[in-house]
């Protein structure tokens, strides 16, 4: 199981280095670079245009050498600008959604200043956002909107004061006498608790289907999976032990204290991206009296095999959810490799076999944010349904 | 008013560029260099040492000059390592507390990879932290913990949805019946709503001083004070009714609606660091049936005239509180200048005329985040004690 894993894991990582680039042929560049929506306050670099070409502007008169890790294999060198500065457009467009990158200065990793850093690859990282044609899903909109409430909890398994933010939907404060479902929701390596709110945008992915009437509200908890040796380098010597410990026997617990929860096994879903998905997949199997839906984004999928190995899971396991990037199948060649088996069959299976089960594929998106951030709204829209 | 308040900006934004050295003669350089309590996960650099010294260290192989803003008027000129790396200490020890500093790398303005971002000058900067002696009151402990709770509340008059932060102390949410006084706490020119929370740590202070017994719990909304053309330029045009409207007509009834409040005047107060005491001052004096306690830290004072030319002041203000760091004062020559006269003078002039008036200095400290730590903790002590 630990090898199989890591492989996994390994692969993802490889991928998502450099599934960005949607294309490298070059047709004519139209001349309608906006600032992208993620830069700091007033900065007017890094631009993106509406064919999901990316430009980038650096100030810094005296560099040797600048480049941008987006972009293709080998990122965006930029050229210096008859004022100096280092400017350049990525070789094509770049798929839509979000991306993680950085500059490459003389050498060194620093972060492009003219856009907001979001927590990736364990260091804070430049972030850009190519406008997706479905962007109205995760848009702030005049809706009613919930909460994202930073907690801290006591962990004495890891001997910390550990932090997690929490979702509560719009009537949440309301209603004091409503109890909700929750979703424990996971990032992916080298990410942390931030990363939902910042580059997933789940707050507002929830406001706006609730808006909407799609879903049953429920809770979201999201707090750091990385929790040993993982921590910063490989994943060769994962143990999932330390983590479930956190998550099961002292944040659940915490949670249900804390907020007004529907605190039994039907009303508990746990999913994840890329290793959260691994960790869901582990942590869910392993706990069928805790959770009765489960998402894997990214990350794996469940096989037949898997049930007839985990006895109860039929009974107790409501939904299976795997979801992946189109990209990311296209580059597995019709969704063979490491993954266990191909995850369109095993959710096939699963649905033969009388499990509820759902498989989704992101459009034209690879290992990539904008994945799971459509895989939250088709997962959610299935929770909590019975 | 308008003249006077931005004279006094102006030389709060001078003061605060150049007083964070403490000293520049140089003693040994103790070699207990550790790395600061704000770098990134896993980074090593920069360091700081037990007498204050700080201690940088970046990889730009390639690069001809890196320079940190930090260490005395010209900041301190890091050079090249065997390794190629480039390191550097401060020519002396820096102010105990918070820094905001960025790398200027050939030519270019950059945050050091090493360390976190904090959001200051209307840009995310790398921030360091020199343990201070009393540093246990903003410590992260084993106490009740309360939340930091991200709220978007529609603002017609921006048209906008605009983001605050609200504090909620730990039995907020296990008594429903209670209810609780409200702090609007402002940040200062060029930071956001982040920023008291984050460099300010106001939710680790309050639940240490809860914890302790020593003050009426209250909840604290921290909102974003740069609404007009203030924003990014300077404050020669500065109007307060923007933000005035944003704060008192929109936010505050979103507050006392959503949140358990004690709506009445009696248990309001406003409190503000440099910009935000300035903008404190004003809204708070134009609006004396709504807040009962006023906190200035590093930003103004209130005089007798003011008494005098503001009707019902002196009945309805509960305290008026202001604070300095200690720095601040000294480079003033005895807290002359143009601050509309000398801040301890106009706290005892109020007092001698039967205004609740107290005044605090932080002790070897500039126009920087500990002095407003310490403000917030000796404020937080004085509110809603009737």
Request: net charge negative; with cysteine; charged share 20%.
């Amino acid at each position: 199981m630990i090898r199989y894993t890591t492989g996994l894991l390994v692969s993802l990582l490889i991928l998502s280095a450099s599934l960005c680039l949607a294309q490298s042929d070059r047709p004519e560049i139209k001349d309608d670079f906006m600032p992208s929506t993620l830069n700091q306050p007033g900065q007017e670099y890094p631009q993106v245009n509406s064919q999901g070409y990316a430009r980038f502007r650096i100030v810094a008169l005296e560099a040797q050498s600048v480049k941008v890790s987006l972009g293709g294999r080998d990122g965006t060198s930029l050229t210096q600008a008859p004022d100096s500065s280092w400017i350049g457009t990525t070789a094509g467009p770049l798929d839509e959604g979000f991306h993680y990158y950085h500059l490459t200065i003389d050498g060194g990793t620093f972060n492009d200043p003219g856009a907001l850093n979001f927590y990736g690859s364990t260091r804070w990282e430049s972030g850009i956002e190519i406008p997706a044609f479905d962007r109205d899903f995760y848009a702030l909109k005049d809706v009613p909107h919930g909460r994202v409430q930073q907690i801290l909890f006591l962990s004495k398994s890891t001997n910390t004061s550990r932090r997690a933010f929490v979702y509560t939907p719009p009537d949440y404060d309301r209603d004091q006498a409503r109890r909700y479902p929750v979703l424990y929701l996971q990032h992916g390596w080298g990410e942390d608790e931030t990363a939902w709110s910042n580059q997933g945008h789940a707050n507002l992915i929830m406001d706006n289907l609730i808006a909407e009437g799609k879903i049953t509200p429920f809770l979201i908890v999201m707090t750091y999976g990385m929790t040993n040796e993982i921590k910063f380098g490989g994943l060769r010597n994962f143990d999932i032990k330390p983590f479930q410990t956190v998550l099961v026997d002292e944040l659940i617990p915490y949670i249900d204290d804390n907020f007004r929860t529907l605190s039994d096994q039907p009303h508990r879903a746990m999913a994840g991206l890329s290793m959260g998905g691994m960790e869901t997949r582990r942590i869910t199997l392993a706990n069928l009296d805790k959770f009765s839906h489960i998402g894997l984004f990214s990350g794996g999928s469940i096989s037949l095999d898997d049930v007839n190995n985990t006895p109860g899971l039929k009974e107790k396991v409501k939904l299976v959810f795997v979801s992946y990037g189109s990209r990311e199948l296209e580059r597995r060649g019709g969704g063979r490799g490491p993954f266990g088996g191909d995850p369109k069959e095993n959710a096939e299976a699963l649905k033969q076999a009388g499990i509820n089960s759902a498989f989704y594929v992101s459009p034209n998106t690879a290992h990539e944010f904008l994945s799971w951030r459509r895989s939250l709204r088709e997962f959610a829209q299935l929770l909590f349904r019975e």
